[in-house]
C-alpha cells in the first residue's frame, strides 16, 4: 500500500482539479488534493499570512497555477521560497500558459517544474503519474 501525501493544488478552475483527482483514482494513488483557489487563500492556509499564523495546510507538494485572482502564481510562489515554513515544499507551476518568459522567471524563482496543462485527460494521467515518480513516491 502507497504511503497518502498531501497535494496543495492552487487553480481557481475547479475542472482542473476533478482532473487531477480523477488521475489519481485512476492510477490508483490514494493523495489528498486539498483545492485552494489561489495564492492568498495558499499562504493563509499555510500560517504565512492572517492574525494566527497558524498552518492549517502542510503538504508535501504544492501544484500551483500561474493566472488567478488576488495574487499571481509567481507572486505567490516567490513567497513560499522566502518563507523558512515554506522553502523546502516542491512547487510545481502548473498552467495553461506556454510562454517561455513566464517558465524561466517561475525556474527562477524556485518552482521545480514548469508544466503546461494538456488538453485531454490521457495528458493529465501522464503529468500525475510523473509528480508521483518524482516528487511523492521516496517519502
Known amino acids: 500500500m502507497l504511503e497518502e501525501r498531501v497535494i496543495a493544488m492552487v487553480d481557481d478552475d475547479e475542472v482542473d482539479i476533478l482532473l487531477v483527482r480523477r488521475a489519481l ?56 521560497k522566502q518563507s ?17 518568459e513566464e517558465r524561466r522567471r517561475a525556474l527562477e524563482l524556485g518552482a521545480e517544474d514548469f508544466i503546461t496543462k494538456p488538453l485531454q485527460f490521457e495528458g493529465f494521467l501522464g503529468v500525475v503519474e510523473e509528480l508521483h515518480k518524482d516528487y511523492l513516491a521516496g517519502g
Open 25 to 80: 483514482k485512476t492510477l490508483g494513488l490514494n493523495h489528498q488534493v486539498t483545492a485552494v483557489g489561489d495564492g492568498v487563500e495558499l499562504l493563509g492556509s499555510l500560517g504565512l499570512r492572517g492574525n494566527d499564523h497558524a498552518a492549517e495546510l502542510e503538504p508535501d507538494l504544492i501544484v500551483l497555477d500561474m493566472n488567478m485572482p488576488r495574487m499571481s502564481g509567481c507572486e505567490a510562489l516567490a513567497e513560499l
Open 84 to 100: 523558512g515554513r515554506t522553502s523546502q515544499i516542491p512547487v510545481i507551476v502548473f498552467t495553461t500558459s506556454d510562454d517561455p
